[in-house]
């Protein structure tokens, strides 16, 4: 049973392996933006939808972030490749530097992403 920090996020048909993200609205830092959730290998990892290198945005269109074989995030910007497992960047100008995480859970056919003491979600 997941407690209240735990927020609903899609279903997880929604989420296919190095397919499109999806992406949600939240607080981070004081700072509303985006955090994507991506499938890799069949697991679920989100993120706060900020290049490690500039604080920019990564995806070259809305939701897509993985670049053409499916398997590394890349950054559109400067083309920074990030493991999709732990974000961590493994080629292109800020290597060695990570995403910043954020936590997932998936049951129920349902994910869910988890809120901490910097990051929030956004009531509309
Ligand atoms: S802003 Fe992402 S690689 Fe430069």
Redesign the pocket.
Known sequence: MLDSSWQPLCASTDLQNGGRAVLFDIRYGGQTCLGFAVRHEGAVTAYVNR?A??A?E?DWRPGHFFDESGRWLM?A????LFEPANGQCVA???VGRSLISISCSEQNGVVYWQTAHNLEAVVF
Do not use: F, Q, R, Y
């Open positions: 290049c290198h500039v920019m990564m950054c910007t400067h083309g920074a292109g100008p800020c």
